[in-house]
């Protein structure tokens, strides 16, 4: 049996998040923040007929009285839209949710950010929980209050920070995650190594073969491991003026490549967001080294563990660089004085970097490897 895991994210809304098997029929977990009569149960057409069942009987065994809805969306990235959005919002209203109400984003990034955002927004603010359903979800978006939707310029385009109540993370779902999922979210759990930690980096290494198989211990291992350095992060830097933006370690080349296909991702022929990171990271780790501010030899090691967890590594065929660097100027790293990068040092540090001239950028993007 595996252990319960918890990490603690402080800050001025603190909450737990707990990993650990079947926790989706723990009435006691998923229902602890609440404190209202109403909850919206927010999904896509994948995961709600495979759990929303058992997450709605759960929260009314444990609190009865409890009136809840559901708002189900289709999947996809593409589906991360103002117009979706709007559709929650009308579902909160037809709940009748008043402010001590909840939203319970059960999926993957894609409902989490979306009904994190129509929490944040609904009434100027209700409380969410998040019971994320992918690995990346786990790893990441659930944890740090980022939420959004896409506008077809560009990645979360349009969102808010608004932590969630808690994180209620159920190992067991990960079992029907398709595995192209599984892998996507590895991307986001190498991010961590490549920005805090060498080490993390050698344990993956090890830990690859059993991460692949979806071993019980090591998938809870790298979901609490990842949630540690993001909830260090966030605690002391929830609104991104400092060293969270170093959470976006690939993150303007990927979301360019994510924009310029039309989040295609999942349901279609373009990178899921893990598998654009995957492909950003090794761009931002060549562009580093390009400028002399890390070793090649690093670079190199990190494309081995992309690959390693089958994770694209190059630009998919057909995108236009110049397309791709006027995508970065819409990024939310970019200011009035220009683009900036989340670079490194090399394994395990990075850092904020201005002044990337464009031709380093081209250079990257136009260089086949
Ligand atoms: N807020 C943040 O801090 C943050 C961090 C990282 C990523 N994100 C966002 O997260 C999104 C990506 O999230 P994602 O990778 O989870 O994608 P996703 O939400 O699209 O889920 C991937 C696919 O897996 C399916 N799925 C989910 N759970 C399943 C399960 N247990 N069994 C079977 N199928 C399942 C979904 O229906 C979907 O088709 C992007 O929009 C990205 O921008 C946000
Ligand atoms: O939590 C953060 O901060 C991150 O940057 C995590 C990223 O993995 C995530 O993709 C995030 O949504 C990107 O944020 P954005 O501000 O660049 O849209
Ligand atoms: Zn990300």
Not at 158 to 182: I, K, Q
Not at 192 to 204: H, K, M, N, Q, T
Not at 334 to 352: P, V
């Amino acid at each position: 049996m595996t252990a319960t895991r918890t990490v603690h994210v402080e800050g001025t809304t603190p909450y737990t998040v707990t990993i650990a098997p079947d926790l989706i029929d723990d009435g006691a977990a998923l229902t602890a923040a609440l404190r209202g009569r109403h909850a919206l149960l927010v999904s896509d057409a994948n995961v709600a007929p495979l759990y929303a069942d058992r997450v709605e009987t759960a929260m009314r065994a444990a609190r009865p009285g409890l009136q809840t809805a559901r708002f189900v969306m289709p999947a996809g990235e593409h589906e991360k839209t103002l117009a979706r959005f709007g559709e929650c919002l009308d579902a909160l209203a037809a709940l009748g949710a008043t402010r001590d109400a909840a939203v319970v984003a059960l999926g993957g990034g894609v409902i989490g950010d979306l009904a994190g955002f129509a929490g944040a927004c609904w009434m100027r603010g209700i409380d969410v929980i998040q019971v994320p359903t992918t690995l990346l979800a786990m790893v990441d978006s659930s944890v740090g209050g980022k939420t959004a939707v896409d506008l077809p310029t560009g990645k979360n385009l349009v969102g808010a920070f608004h932590p969630p109540r808690a994180v209620v993370a159920d190992t067991t779902t990960l079992r029907s995650l398709p595995e192209r999922e599984l892998r996507a979210g590895l991307a986001e759990v190498v991010k961590y190594g490549a920005i805090f930690d060498a080490g993390f980096l050698d344990w993956l290494d090890a830990h690859a073969d059993a991460l692949l198989a979806r071993d019980d211990d090591a998938i809870a291992e790298a979901v609490a491991r990842s949630c540690r350095y993001k909830a260090d992060v966030v605690a002391r830097d929830l609104y991104e003026h400092g060293d969270r933006a170093l959470l976006n370690f690939g993150h303007t080349f990927g979301h360019a490549i994510e924009t310029e296909q039309g989040y295609a991702g999942t349901s279609g022929d373009g990178l899921n967001h893990g598998e654009a990171v995957a492909v950003g990271m090794v761009l931002a780790a060549r562009l580093s080294a390009d400028l002399g501010l890390a070793p090649a030899a690093d670079a190199g090691r990190l494309q081995a563990l992309l690959q390693r967890f089958g994770l694209p590594v190059a630009l998919p065929a057909g995108l236009s660089p110049d397309d791709l660097l006027a995508r970065m100027r819409l990024d939310k790293k970019a200011d009035a004085k220009g683009l900036r990068f989340i670079l490194w040092d090399g394994a395990g540090a990075a850092r904020m970097i201005r002044d990337v001239s464009d031709e380093a950028v081209l250079k990257v993007l136009e260089t086949p490897r």
